[in-house]
């Protein structure tokens, strides 16, 4: 099957996936009273107050389907209700503190991946010897780490015990109020990226500071999975014929494991990162939870606590949607990398 | 079973599998002898409420009468992790054994039949697996109400699909062996071939595996937990009692650890429950990898 063909029937899953999606989520607002169930609806605080209003006018006593398709009209031009622990509607809401996010992950991610590569291609080469048993160790013993309690044992030692060299939030007051201030201009709202825009070297040193903490507890806990893939998809290829070639031509050892085992042992590590996407949605909740770092995460968190429930099933909405594009890509990405991959044929 | 005894003699071989039987054990051992260990006081009607020595609410460092200390609303640390520890086996069996049930039943039924049936359950595991687990989990806590239940709910609700499709897999690669078709030959029902016949020949190593995944539910549930969505407050739960120590990771500056205890104790019970289910799974895992095990 030709590619572009591949492409559109992948598309076409997605339909029936994001339709089931939102009808889960609407079936979790149906357990709440038409009242409570206002707020998904409302795009602006005073509103609030004409409840009555808002039921008749979203039909929240009308059957079922019928609610379900004002809702989906409603979520489809980008309306997915008010949150009050932002104040402000919950689509506005995300995109305020999504830039947040995005500079605690445009920092873990390439670490995740690129420790989690280098120690498995090393654990995988010697193995059996004490790095493969110290990465052994490791894995397992970041993999069994409760993120907060990495994140709190840190935050104890790097701002108590070593008198606040490390602390949470993301920038310290100073520097909050400068980049605030009119001589600071925010074009991405993401503070070192802004900094290095603005050449101004306080601001993205400090920014760095607080970026520390939350970007190694991420880091730790989230590598351990791609480490351990790593080595056993490198294992895995360092037992095949090419690698033999390789090393009857005499290739030196480094030349045949960077090159021609590790190439090949990537494609696993690729099909993972739908997975890896997912992983650090998750660690993020908890992360920015901990640190004070006001991002998505931070904000789920206020809403599931204050059962701000427009909020959280708007997020969770917003991150299914996210993930099952993140998916379609990295299974079309696939069949790029790996030649092997034929599209089509019977599912095994 | 000779299979048992080899995955027997390999567990004892390796030191890290060997150690997290140990660590799991005495995990059992609190569990079980929990009212001996930490007796509740007189007129306690509910074990499972840490008892509280006053309403202060900086936490006070372990003395003899306390001995892991108190924290914040002077909840016994001792008494909370060692009915914690009951709280977690819970909520991990009961996770477990719920999600496994259901992942039979449908994954079953989607690898046997195939066809119509088979679509309709793999596409509603496709919805619940297109969340972010812990973001699915959160919003049907925040739906439900904040408790264990809920919890318990919104974990099953969300690790039953992943058991479904590995259960189907394992079905499909029986379905079309010869004791299958010879069985159904002879005239047995569908629910007798699955029952007697597909089953018993291809769930073990899911089922070995599944049963290691208590560490990781326990994790996600402590987290939840630890988040405020868990059970009310004073309960005796790791995740909640690690919550209560937020505010007191720092100490006064003359001494910035004070409350160590605080943190470090119920973290650790938590962190060692876990290690020892990853311990075992991870020798495990090397045990059913037939492309691993012969280098």
Do not use: C
């Not at chain 1, 009273?33 to 006018?57: F, G, K």
């Not at chain 1, 445009?106 to 790095?131: M, N, S, V, Y």
């Amino acid at each position: 099957m030709e590619l572009r063909s591949y492409i559109i029937r992948r598309l076409l899953l997605v339909v029936p996936v994001l339709f089931g999606v939102t009808i889960f989520i609407f079936g979790i607002t149906m357990l709440f009273s038409p009242i409570e169930r206002a707020s998904l609806y409302v795009t602006d605080a005073r509103m609030m107050t004409n409840i009555p209003a808002i039921i008749e006018m979203y039909g929240l006593d009308q059957p079922f389907y019928v609610q379900y398709g004002n809702w989906m009209s409603e979520v489809l031009s980008g309306n997915l209700g008010w949150s009050t622990v932002a104040g402000m509607p919950v689509w506005d809401a995300i995109w305020h503190f999504l830039p947040t996010t995005l500079e605690l992950a445009i920092f873990a991610t390439p670490l995740i991946i690129l420790l989690g590569i280098f120690f498995g291609t090393k654990a995988a080469a010697r193995k059996d010897r004490p790095i493969d048993h110290g990465t052994r160790v490791a894995a397992i013993l970041g993999w069994s780490l409760p993120t907060f309690f990495l994140g709190l044992v840190l935050l104890m030692i790097f701002y108590g015990a070593l008198r606040g060299l490390l602390p949470p939030s993301r920038l310290s007051i100073p520097m909050e109020l400068l980049v605030n201030s009119a001589e600071f201009t925010r074009y991405t709202h993401i503070n070192t990226i802004d900094a290095i825009l603005n050449l101004n070297g306080r601001v993205l040193l400090d920014a760095l500071r607080h970026l520390i903490l939350p970007v190694v507890t991420l880091t730790v806990v989230q590598m351990a999975f791609i480490m351990r893939l790593m080595r056993s998809s490198m294992l895995e290829s360092l037992g095949r014929g090419y690698v033999l070639t390789a090393r009857a031509k005499g290739l030196s050892e480094r030349v045949v494991v960077n090159k021609h085992a590790r190439r090949n042992a990537l494609i696993p590590v690729i099909t993972v990162s739908g997975y890896l996407f997912a992983a650090i949605v998750n660690g993020v909740v908890i992360t920015e939870t901990i640190f004070n770092f006001k991002g998505v995460g931070w904000w789920a968190w206020q809403s599931a606590v204050r059962l701000d429930i427009a909020s959280v099933l708007g997020f969770a909405l917003f991150n299914a949607v996210l993930f099952v594009l993140v998916n379609l890509v990295v299974d079309i990405l696939y069949t790029r990398v790996d030649p092997r991959v034929r599209l089509g044929g019977t599912m095994q | 079973m000779s299979d048992w005894k080899f995955m027997l003699r390999q567990l004892a071989k390796n030191p890290l599998s060997l150690a997290g039987l140990i660590i799991l054990f005495i995990f059992v051992i609190l569990a079980i002898f929990a009212p001996l260990i930490a007796p509740a006081p007189e007129g306690h009607t509910d074990p499972y409420r840490i008892p509280r020595d006053g309403y202060s609410a900086e936490p006070q460092p372990p003395d003899e009468e306390h001995i892991f200390g108190t924290t914040e609303g002077q909840y016994d640390i001792f008494y909370g992790v060692i009915w914690g520890t009951r709280s977690a086996f819970n909520v991990g069996l009961v996770v477990i054994g719920s999600v496994l049930v259901i992942g039979i039943v449908l994954g079953s039924l989607a690898g046997y039949f195939g066809g119509a049936i088979d679509e309709v359950i793999m596409r509603i595991t496709d919805i619940f697996l297109a969340f972010p687990a812990l973001i699915l989990a959160m919003a049907i806590v925040a739906a439900l109400g904040p408790s264990l239940r809920s919890v318990m709910i919104a974990l099953i609700t969300v690790s039953w699909p992943s058991y479904a499709r590995l259960i189907r897999g394992d079905i499909l690669q029986v379905r079309e062996e010869d004791y299958i078709e010879a069985s159904r030959g002879v005239g047995a029902s569908n629910f007798r071939v699955i029952m007697r016949h597909a089953l018993p020949n291809a769930i073990y190593p899911t089922l070995v595996m599944a049963s290691l995944d208590i560490g990781a539910v326990v994790l996600a549930a402590a987290a939840l937990s630890f988040l405020g969505l868990g059970p009310p407050e004073g309960y005796a739960d790791w995740g909640q009692l690690t919550s209560f120590a937020r505010t007191w990771i720092v100490g006064p500056s003359q001494a910035p650890l004070k409350y160590w205890y605080a943190v470090t104790i119920p973290g650790l019970f938590i962190l060692f429950f876990v290690l020892g289910w990853n311990l075992l799974g991870d020798a495990f895992r090397d045990i059913l990898d037939p492309r691993l095990a012969r280098r």
